[in-house]
């Protein structure tokens, strides 16, 4: 069964830095895998998909990689703003590819 | 639409009692899928519909819940009996693909909560 952790449960950090998310899975053998975004409150708002053919997706200050084989993805984010402030998620989309399999998150605060 | 729309955004009701959800997804998207969240959790998996069919419905917790789709579009969370425990944010989710492949896009969830 597909295991999905999340370190560190949360992170503050000052505005400028930039820092890196950690998402490990149990089972190599995803298809995909997802970055989220949480506002409180809210609903999820997809940032980036990582097919697993791919090593890694850019978008704007976002990166994220992923190493199947060490069952690992990481969400770099660049010169952080206090806007960026929310829970990030991520997802490994599960061996029957029905599902999307989520971490718990790590919620991040960026300070001005 | 262009999101996925949820309704209702808030539900309280009494042990006991039975509860529909509502799901609306972005138009032209043949996958739909139900999570439940927790405070401070993940989302967890409950259901996934391809087309008008269940094509896995191995998250939901027991047989008081259910959900349908009848016309391959809107879907229905339906719970029965509820339980405090089923408090919770449920969240449902479309993509454009199904199996293997396919961003997936959120609604902002129905808060239920079981007093």
């Given amino acids: 069964k597909q295991e999905v952790t999340q370190i560190p449960a949360a992170l503050s950090v000052p505005e400028g830095e930039n820092l890196v998310l950690n998402c ?28 697993s053919s791919q090593r890694e997706q850019t978008s704007g200050r976002l990166n994220a990689s992923l190493d199947k084989s060490s069952g690992r993805s990481t969400l770099y984010i660049a010169a952080s703003q206090p806007g960026d402030s929310a829970t990030y998620l991520c997802a490994a989309r599960n061996q ?3 599902a999307l399999i ?11 | 639409g262009a999101g996925v729309s949820q309704t209702p ?25 139900w999570y439940r969240q927790s405070l401070g959790q993940g989302p967890e998996f409950l259901i996934y519909f391809q087309g008008t069919g269940a094509a896995d419905d191995s998250g939901l917790p027991n047989d008081r819940f259910f959900a349908v789709r009848p016309e391959g579009s809107v879907s229905t969370l339906k719970i029965q009996r509820t339980e405090r425990g089923d408090s919770a944010v ?24 079981v007093l």
């Fill in chain 1, 24 to 51: 490990s899975f149990t089972d190599s053998a995803i298809y995909n895998l997802q970055w989220f975004r949480q506002d409180p409150g809210k609903g999820l708002t997809s940032l980036l998909l990582i097919q």
């Fill in chain 1, 96 to 98: 029957a590819g029905t």
């Fill in chain 1, 102 to 112: 989520f971490g718990k998150g790590t919620t991040l605060s960026v300070s001005s």
């Fill in chain 2, 9 to 33: 955004s808030n539900k309280v009701t009494e042990k006991g009692k039975y509860v529909e959800l509502r799901c609306d997804p972005i138009s032209g998207h043949t996958a739909l899928y």
């Fill in chain 2, 90 to 113: 449920y969240l449902c989710a479309s993509s454009l693909k199904g199996l293997n492949t396919g961003e997936l896009f959120f609604g902002e969830g129905s808060r239920l909560t």
